[in-house]
């Protein structure tokens, strides 16, 4: 019980950090994926690889450009300034849009295939039907995407959850601001406290666990659906 009220704090920043960041990475994701899977520009292979820039960066290196970019003489710190505050860096604000950029393409990437999936007929059939583009996005794309978008949500969640390197680099280690589980886990270490780091790690690796069998388990319906 006493371990339970003491990383209680940190569940719930990492719930809430996790439920933001997958709502704004959704509103973000959404036309951008849709364009990827759309376009016929060159510029979406400069996109493409921007957006899954992520996944070869280390963790480090994105919280160091993000920590400059947050901090009081970056663009985060005007934008602090409009509210009176002095930096976005160790704050839940600039953990979410740390959060946003480092699970960019485990969200985009499944939006983005499961668009390219629709194909054109769908499209097209809507487009002879007078349906405008928005009409045809929001009625025809996003509900034979839908599997897509569990997937999305699934990892964007997931992924966020596990962050330390970005969240350390631009968060730090404040309890009830900053602390969320996988720093509680490397602060247990710090201090000897194994059963601690041990009880929350095993929980994290269930949850990581499921996490992938359920997207696994949307892949396997997805490719028996299509012909």
Excluded: C
Aim: charged share 10%; aromatic share 12%; no cysteine.
């Amino acid at each position: 019980m006493t371990l339970f009220l003491d990383i209680w704090p940190a569940v719930q920043l990492t719930l809430s950090l996790a439920a933001v960041t997958t709502l704004v990475l959704l509103i973000v994701g959404t036309p951008i994926a849709w364009w990827l899977a759309r376009s016929r520009s060159r510029w979406t292979v400069i996109v493409n690889a921007l957006v899954a820039l992520p996944l070869v960066l280390p963790p480090t290196v994105i919280g160091f450009y993000m920590l400059i970019f947050l901090g009081a003489n970056g663009p985060g710190g005007w934008l602090a300034g409009l509210w009176g505050a002095r930096t976005l860096a160790f704050s839940f604000p600039g953990l979410v849009i740390g959060s946003v950029f480092y699970s960019l393409p485990f969200v985009v990437q499944p939006l983005r295939n499961a668009f390219i999936a629709i194909g054109d007929d769908p499209i097209e059939a809507a487009h002879t039907l007078g349906a405008s583009p928005v009409q045809t996005f929001l009625r025809v794309a996003m509900p034979l995407a839908r599997p897509g978008y569990v997937t999305a949500m699934v990892l964007g969640f997931a992924h966020t959850v596990g962050e330390f390197g970005v969240v350390m680099m631009i968060g730090g280690n404040i309890p009830g601001r900053t602390k969320v589980l996988s720093i509680a886990i490397f602060d247990y270490v710090e201090q000897l406290r194994w059963t601690e780091a041990h009880f929350i790690a095993f929980a994290m690796l269930v949850f990581a666990f499921l996490t992938l069998a359920i997207t696994m388990s949307i892949d396997r319906r997805i490719s028996r659906i299509q012909p």
